[in-house]
C-alpha cells in the first residue's frame, strides 16, 4: 500500500510542479523557446532511447547466446522503456528523469538502488520471485 501512495503522490505533485515550471520558464526565455525545447527533448530522447534499446537488445541476446540469464539486460530494458515513456510527457522534470533512465552512467546506480529495494522487498515478504 505504500508504493501505492507515492505512485498517488507522483501522479498529483509532478503535473503541478511541470506546469509551473513550463509558466516560469516561458516568461524568463518566452513560450518559443519552451516549445523548441520540449519538441528538441523529445527528438533527442527519441534518438537515444532507439540507440540504447537496441544495444539492450544486443547485450540480451548476447546473455543468452552464452548461457548465462540476462538480469542487467531485463533492468536496462525496463529502464529505457520508463525513460522513453516519461520523455515523450512534455516538462522539464519528466525530460530529467527520462534522461537519468536513458544515460548510462546515470542508469547504473538507479538500477542498484531497484536491485536493493527488490531484494527488500523478498525479505520482507512483500513480493515472491518464483524460480523456473
Same mark, same amino acid.
Given at each position: 500500500?505504500?508504493?501505492?501512495?507515492?505512485?498517488?503522490?507522483?501522479?498529483?505533485?509532478?503535473?503541478?510542479?511541470?506546469?509551473?515550471?513550463?509558466?516560469?520558464?516561458?516568461?524568463?526565455?518566452?513560450?518559443?523557446?519552451?516549445? !523548441? +525545447?520540449?519538441?528538441?527533448?523529445?527528438? @533527442? #530522447?527519441?534518438?537515444?532511447?532507439?540507440?540504447? *534499446?537496441?544495444? /539492450?537488445?544486443?547485450?540480451?541476446?548476447?546473455?543468452?547466446?552464452?548461457?548465462?540469464?540476462?538480469?542487467?539486460? !531485463? +533492468?536496462?530494458?525496463?529502464?529505457?522503456? @520508463? #525513460?522513453?515513456?516519461?520523455?515523450?510527457?512534455? *516538462?522539464?522534470? /519528466?525530460?530529467?528523469?527520462?534522461?537519468?533512465?536513458?544515460?548510462?552512467?546515470?542508469?547504473?546506480?538507479?538500477?542498484? +538502488?531497484?536491485?536493493?529495494?527488490?531484494?527488500?522487498?523478498?525479505?520482507?515478504?512483500?513480493?515472491?520471485?518464483?524460480?523456473?
Amino acid at each position: 500500500m505504500p508504493m501505492f501512495r507515492w505512485l498517488l503522490l507522483f501522479i498529483l505533485v509532478v503535473p503541478a510542479l511541470e506546469i509551473g515550471l513550463l509558466v516560469w520558464a516561458g516568461n524568463w526565455i518566452g513560450p518559443l523557446w519552451v516549445v !523548441l +525545447l520540449i519538441i528538441l527533448t523529445g527528438i @533527442v #530522447g527519441a534518438w537515444l532511447a532507439k540507440q540504447q *534499446g537496441l544495444e /539492450t537488445i544486443y547485450n540480451f541476446r548476447q546473455s543468452v547466446a552464452s548461457g548465462r540469464v540476462p538480469q542487467d539486460a !531485463l +533492468l536496462d530494458g525496463a529502464c529505457i522503456l @520508463v #525513460g522513453g515513456a516519461v520523455l515523450l510527457t512534455p *516538462g522539464f522534470i /519528466t525530460d530529467a528523469i527520462g534522461f537519468l533512465l536513458l544515460l548510462p552512467p546515470t542508469r547504473a546506480p538507479i538500477k542498484r +538502488l531497484i536491485r536493493k529495494w527488490t531484494r527488500k522487498m523478498m525479505d520482507r515478504g512483500t513480493i515472491t520471485i518464483y524460480p523456473k
